[in-house]
């Protein structure tokens, strides 16, 4: 059983932290086979945080978990404190596959998305 | 001439403005046709401020331009700083067409874009 935790920031605007739950809903639905749980967890200001995200999936029967950074750059959390976090998880659970994906600011999509996104968003010719 | 201003929050780290500047120079090359210049601005601790961002492509003669918040989550800079700075210029050039895009999180293509992305970091099945 293959899971993905997608990992925020965390805010203190609730509706920020919804976004990411309603995000994560969405992606349940189109995941189709890919992945049997989706979930999120924050960083820090929102639950769940990253360990109790990963102990939910592991609780749920998950044996390998894609964690993927919602982060535009690799800043100290990126760097840090994500990573830190994943690999204490892998030493509590040794036989729990957890990779780390890399954030998704560093996607190679991104580019194809910024200039879709760009176009969608103009206006009529003027 | 129809220019893009990708519009990023700015970080102390000049890594992270620097990530943004490559990824303005990678979309300036995959955008063809579509814009005639591409180039980034920061809401704040970096630069150009989106002012200058702005300035600078209609003193290169841009007489339209798609300005897209760099942003994941629909926070105070997505909803109000950065409105407020854009009408403040198309007060300022009311022959030059300023439009915001929605925020890069709010993009139809960032489920399919996160799907692909944890596909892809997928490490051999175990």
New interface residues.
Partial sequence: MHS?L?V?HG?R?D??ND??RA?TE??RQ??GA??ARVSCAFLELAEPSIPDGIDALVEAGTR?V?V?P??????RHVATDIPEAVERKRRQYPSV?I????Y??A?????????????????PA?
């Fill in positions: 993905l997608i925020a805010s605007r509706s920020s976004e990411v995000l969405c992606l189109r995941a890919r992945f390998r894609t993927l919602y982060f535009l750059s690799a800043g596959h990779e780390l994906a890399s998704v600011g996607s190679e999509g991104m580019i194809d998305l910024l200039l879709g996104h760009a176009a969608l968003s103009r206006g003027s």
